[in-house]
């Protein structure tokens, strides 16, 4: 049974939260399928030119597409948040985050914002790494308390019930 700890204050800026071993294991899939894929492209002796070099596209198509989705990350800095989601960035400052949520069952991270709507956080979820989720998400609710109009009422991590 893991020792409770009192809580600690926001970690020191500027910090990068990402679902780290979603994207290490999610990379090394890419590469080894392209090189995989290349290798048996290079190896087809009946295969024209012209149809190796697509093979080798259609597995650099792939690896992008994996690249892509290894992409999420939140990035907090002195001057406020940048959230990176598969295709967008969005960057806000501490004041326009109300509250930060990770409820029982979420995929990710959702932040509460100023203008009444909510912000999927893809760079903190808790599929094969959920402690790690649980820490992050509470780093940066204690980031946005501490630097913006933060509301403690907020949606708790699954482990603050």
Do not use: H, Y
Not at 90 to 118: C, H, I, M, T, Y
């Amino acid at each position: 049974m893991p020792a409770t700890t009192a809580p600690q204050g926001p970690p020191v800026l500027p910090v990068t939260f990402r679902p780290r071993r979603t994207r290490i294991v999610a990379l090394c899939v890419g590469v080894v399928m392209f090189v995989s894929i290349t290798a048996l492209a290079l190896l087809l002796d009946s295969a024209a030119p012209w149809e190796q070099a697509s093979f080798v596209v259609l597995a650099a198509l792939f690896l992008c597409v994996i690249a892509v989705l290894s992409r999420p990350k939140v990035v907090a800095e002195e001057s406020g948040v940048t959230v990176v989601n598969l295709t967008q960035v969005r960057k806000l400052a501490w004041a326009e985050v109300l509250r930060v949520n990770l409820r029982q069952g979420d995929p990710w991270v959702f932040l509460d914002l100023s203008d009444g709507s909510s912000l999927p956080v893809m760079g903190i979820q808790p599929g094969i790494a959920r402690q790690a989720a649980i820490r992050d998400a509470r780093a940066l609710r204690a980031l946005v308390e501490a630097r913006g109009t933060g509301s403690e009422s907020g949606g708790a991590a699954p482990g603050d019930r």
